[in-house]
């Protein structure tokens, strides 16, 4: 076999080969060792088949994949690789090769416990798995349930409450990433750093991995069951990285539809009822009776709410999602070979022109002073009023005319920041992420004439809250206290507003927000809106009243008028109910990890660690005031990609290489990952641990 593994200190895969078709063979087989658990459980969740092991829970998810047709949209997109870039097709088909081959090295799941618990043997890649899984993993990144939100919330409140609780916000998302130019660092050759925040998983969504072959050496973040890597990478003569774009390339439309004798019709913006492809297919459910779903799609695309009798509580109409690679087959993929192969920043360039899904924001640099900022990714161009909300399907002119041109940025005094803001993308969204991380990355940035690699990491972990400040505003103004009250209010006042995981001060802002937010969402005016339309459980999130509350506090605080609701009052009664049973310890006793386990293991930790950070802090670890403490949302991993000397790079996830509870490499990163730290990125394959591939 012509492909060699290897291992560093931490557990982290090193690849060679003689090939680029071998090296993913080897990548497939590599990732299949150590996260088969996380494999099968994403391939199923690509089928829409999850819920057949773990159960009712996973069911709604389940009906969206089906009803979104995401599987068939991977075959498509699959068939179309193999026509126009065959070369890639057949990378990916190597890649699932070595899936199947590291999976059958292990019968029945083995090492991997969660097959023995749940019975279950690992299933069989096809060739489209890959793009499926990518699909899946990406469909809800673009946020389209949003446009269910700003019209349930028009409906009670009116237009001018859009604003109020979407502009620049919530900010559902929160990934950092920022580029130094040579001019601003003590080598003379740019610094790329950053890290992006996900729902943190375990494993891990992130798989830290250097593949090597006679065409290209290339080091990065894979996501395991996709070959390659897209997102953040470094060659060692050019780095890449990425942040969500937030742009809108996903619309709903309303749908009339009719049952006949011969299926369902929708009616066109022609005036004329037109048949819609239409099936059933059978969903299993662990432990309950399987449940049968009943797909249909229009001309605009699947139906993924409601049908022709209407939605779950009889409501009438149905909704149906456009999505790009459901209309051009395309999924970006051709970019990947393209990608692993760039030796300078042209050559990323020129590879992101066939990006897809999702849409992001790019930096890149190479050692020759080149230096990238733009968008890449496919965004329709249609009419503003798809991008807002749900367009009625049988009226004209909403359809989609073509693609925008991915717009480009340049530096700011030599750095460019990206986390999610109003920038090179706001011509393409409708909400982003507030400013507070984007500014107070290019402020401490700006605290130094030159950066090294190792003065990195500080930025990723500061925890100043850029939006405590419309709160502890209300709170300076309140007179009148009880004793008990003041004296929080005036400790409050004079915090300094970090939300470090040993803080006193920060659990005593998070316990005032919580009651603030409760009592807004609590008040008639608002209270009407808690009461979501019925659409599917999966989308649920989204239309919830409390974190809506919750991440639009801000503006709800500082507007000049919120529908008569005495905000004063609200603030006033939090405060004197937190004095009143003040938090008896600190923000990381309440705000601890909260990651997303398939399948929960009853050997795992019974408390996660606590955690420093916050929504709007660069260190964005993401609870949901109001609802809960914990956070679900964090760093997923963090890097510093170092232009001068790769080696001079770092990087780290919040767990560990592996997949395997109880294996010496599934959370031996996380000490480092709390900490701050950073382990170093090999790349000397002299330095390395070979592994049998027996």
Same mark, same amino acid.
């Given at each position: 076999?012509?492909?060699?593994?290897?291992?560093?200190?931490?557990?982290?895969?090193?690849?060679?080969?003689?090939?680029? +078709?071998?090296?993913?063979?080897?990548?497939?087989?590599?990732?299949?060792?150590?996260? @088969?658990?996380?494999?099968?459980?994403?391939?199923?969740?690509?089928?829409?088949?999850?819920?057949?092991?773990?159960?009712?829970?996973?069911?709604?998810?389940?009906?969206?994949?089906?009803? &979104? !047709?995401?599987?068939?949209?991977?075959?498509?997109?699959?068939?179309?690789?193999?026509?126009?870039?065959?070369? $890639? &097709?057949?990378?990916?088909?190597? #890649?699932?090769?070595?899936?199947?081959?590291?999976? @059958?090295?292990?019968?029945?799941?083995?090492? &991997?416990?969660?097959?023995?618990?749940?019975?279950?043997?690992?299933?069989?890649?096809?060739?489209?798995?890959?793009?499926?899984?990518?699909?899946?993993?990406?469909?809800?990144?673009?946020?389209?349930?949003?446009?269910?939100? !700003?019209?349930?919330?028009?409906?009670?409140?009116?237009?001018?409450?859009?604003?109020?609780?979407?502009?620049?916000?919530?900010?559902?998302?929160?990934?950092?990433?920022?580029?130094?130019?040579?001019?601003?660092?003590?080598?003379?050759?740019?610094?790329?750093?950053?890290?992006?925040?996900?729902?943190?998983?375990?494993?891990?969504?992130?798989?830290?991995?250097?593949?090597?072959?006679?065409?290209?050496?290339?080091?990065?973040?894979?996501?395991?069951?996709?070959?390659?890597?897209?997102?953040?990478?470094?060659?060692?003569?050019?780095?890449?990285?990425?942040?969500?774009?937030?742009?809108?390339?996903?619309?709903?439309?309303?749908?009339?539809?009719?049952?006949?004798?011969?299926?369902?019709?929708?009616?066109?913006?022609?005036?004329?009822?037109?048949?819609?492809?239409?099936?059933?297919?059978?969903?299993?459910?662990?432990?309950?009776?399987?449940?049968?779903?009943?797909?249909?799609?229009?001309?605009?695309?699947?139906?993924? +709410?409601?049908?022709?009798?209407?939605?779950?509580?009889?409501?009438?109409?149905?909704?149906?999602?456009? #999505?790009?690679?459901?209309?051009? +087959?395309?999924?970006?993929?051709?970019?990947?070979?393209?990608?692993?192969?760039?030796?300078?920043?042209?050559?990323?360039?020129? +590879?992101?022109? @066939?990006?897809?899904?999702?849409?992001?924001?790019?930096?890149?640099?190479?050692?020759?002073?080149?230096?990238?900022?733009?968008?890449?990714?496919?965004?329709?161009?249609?009419?503003?009023?798809?991008?807002?909300?749900?367009?009625?399907?049988?009226?004209?002119?909403?359809?989609?005319?073509?693609?925008?041109?991915?717009?480009?940025?340049?530096?700011?005094?030599?750095?460019?920041?990206?986390?999610?803001?109003?920038?090179? @993308?706001?011509?393409?969204?409708?909400?982003?992420?507030?400013?507070?991380? &984007?500014?107070?990355?290019?402020?401490?940035?700006?605290?130094?004439?030159?950066?090294?690699?190792?003065?990195?990491?500080?930025?990723?972990?500061?925890?100043?809250?850029?939006?405590?400040?419309?709160?502890?505003?209300?709170?300076?103004?309140?007179?009148?206290?009880?004793?008990?009250?003041?004296?929080?209010?005036?400790?409050?006042?004079?915090?300094?507003?970090?939300?470090?995981?040993?803080?006193?001060?920060?659990?005593?802002?998070?316990?005032?927000?919580?009651?603030?937010?409760?009592?807004?969402?609590?008040?008639?005016?608002?209270?009407?809106?808690?009461?979501?339309?019925? #659409?599917?459980?999966?989308?649920?999130?989204?239309?919830?009243?409390?974190?809506?509350?919750?991440?639009?506090?801000?503006?709800?605080?500082?507007?000049?008028?919120?529908?008569?609701?005495?905000?004063?009052?609200?603030?006033?009664?939090?405060?004197?109910?937190?004095?009143?049973?003040?938090?008896?310890?600190?923000?990381?006793? $309440?705000?601890?990890?909260?990651?997303?386990?398939?399948?929960?293991?009853?050997?795992?930790?019974?408390?996660?660690?606590?955690?420093?950070?916050?929504?709007?802090?660069?260190?964005?670890?993401?609870?949901?005031?109001?609802?809960?403490?914990?956070?679900?949302?964090?760093?997923?991993?963090?890097?510093?990609?170092?232009?001068?000397?790769?080696?001079?790079?770092?990087?780290?996830?919040?767990?560990?290489?592996?997949?395997?509870?109880?294996?010496?490499?599934?959370?031996?990163?996380?000490?480092?990952?709390?900490?701050?730290?950073?382990?170093?990125?090999?790349?000397?394959?002299? !330095?390395?641990?070979?592994?049998?591939?027996?």
């Amino acid at each position: 076999m012509s492909a060699e593994t290897y291992r560093d200190a931490w557990g982290i895969p090193h690849l060679r080969a003689d090939g680029a +078709a071998e090296l993913a063979r080897a990548q497939g087989r590599v990732t299949a060792r150590d996260r @088969a658990w996380q494999l099968e459980v994403e391939r199923r969740r690509a089928q829409g088949t999850s819920a057949s092991f773990l159960g009712p829970e996973a069911l709604s998810w389940d009906r969206l994949a089906r009803r &979104a !047709r995401l599987a068939d949209t991977a075959r498509r997109c699959f068939t179309a690789l193999e026509r126009k870039d065959p070369e $890639t &097709a057949a990378w990916v088909r190597a #890649y699932v090769d070595g899936v199947n081959e590291g999976l @059958a090295e292990h019968p029945g799941g083995r090492p &991997a416990p969660e097959f023995a618990r749940t019975g279950l043997a690992p299933g069989r890649w096809e060739p489209w798995t890959p793009l499926g899984v990518w699909l899946a993993t990406h469909i809800l990144f673009a946020g389209f349930p949003a446009k269910l939100w !700003r019209e349930h919330i028009t409906a009670h409140l009116g237009p001018a409450a859009v604003p109020l609780f979407a502009a620049d916000g919530p900010g559902t998302a929160g990934s950092n990433g920022w580029l130094v130019s040579g001019g601003r660092t003590t080598t003379g050759h740019a610094l790329i750093a950053g890290d992006p925040h996900r729902w943190i998983e375990d494993p891990g969504v992130y798989q830290q991995i250097h593949l090597s072959c006679p065409e290209f050496d290339v080091v990065g973040l894979a996501v395991p069951g996709v070959p390659g890597i897209a997102h953040f990478g470094h060659t060692g003569t050019v780095a890449w990285a990425i942040t969500n774009a937030m742009a809108d390339y996903q619309d709903l439309y309303r749908e009339r539809l009719r049952r006949t004798g011969a299926g369902v019709e929708a009616l066109g913006p022609d005036g004329a009822w037109h048949r819609a492809v239409r099936h059933t297919e059978r969903v299993d459910v662990a432990g309950e009776e399987s449940v049968e779903v009943e797909i249909i799609e229009t001309a605009r695309g699947p139906v993924i +709410a409601g049908g022709p009798e209407g939605l779950d509580d009889g409501t009438p109409g149905a909704l149906s999602l456009r #999505y790009p690679p459901r209309v051009t +087959a395309e999924l970006g993929f051709g970019a990947l070979l393209p990608l692993l192969r760039a030796r300078d920043v042209a050559d990323v360039d020129r +590879a992101l022109d @066939a990006w897809a899904e999702p849409v992001n924001v790019v930096q890149a640099a190479d050692t020759e002073g080149g230096l990238l900022h733009r968008v890449a990714g496919r965004v329709p161009v249609r009419p503003d009023a798809d991008r807002r909300c749900p367009v009625p399907a049988w009226e004209p002119g909403h359809e989609w005319t073509g693609w925008h041109t991915p717009p480009r940025a340049g530096l700011t005094d030599g750095v460019a920041v990206m986390a999610n803001q109003r920038g090179p @993308a706001a011509p393409l969204g409708v909400e982003f992420a507030p400013p507070h991380r &984007a500014d107070r990355i290019a402020a401490l940035l700006a605290t130094r004439e030159r950066w090294s690699a190792a003065d990195l990491p500080a930025i990723h972990t500061d925890t100043l809250l850029g939006s405590a400040a419309s709160l502890l505003d209300h709170l300076a103004a309140l007179t009148g206290l009880t004793p008990a009250a003041a004296a929080l209010r005036d400790r409050l006042v004079a915090w300094d507003r970090r939300m470090d995981a040993g803080s006193t001060g920060a659990a005593a802002y998070a316990a005032v927000r919580t009651a603030v937010v409760r009592a807004l969402a609590a008040h008639p005016v608002l209270a009407a809106a808690s009461v979501p339309p019925a #659409y599917p459980e999966v989308l649920q999130p989204w239309l919830a009243l409390v974190p809506r509350v919750a991440y639009a506090l801000e503006h709800l605080l500082r507007a000049d008028d919120l529908y008569g609701i005495d905000r004063t009052a609200a603030v006033r009664a939090a405060l004197e109910e937190v004095a009143a049973d003040p938090p008896a310890g600190t923000w990381g006793d $309440t705000h601890r990890l909260a990651p997303w386990r398939a399948l929960p293991d009853a050997a795992a930790p019974a408390d996660e660690p606590g955690l420093s950070g916050d929504h709007d802090c660069v260190l964005c670890t993401s609870p949901v005031p109001g609802l809960t403490d914990r956070a679900a949302r964090g760093p997923a991993a963090r890097y510093v990609w170092d232009l001068a000397d790769r080696a001079d790079s770092r990087w780290v996830v919040p767990h560990g290489a592996s997949g395997v509870p109880g294996a010496p490499h599934h959370r031996d990163q996380q000490p480092l990952w709390l900490a701050g730290e950073l382990v170093p990125v090999i790349t000397d394959f002299a !330095r390395l641990t070979k592994e049998s591939d027996d």
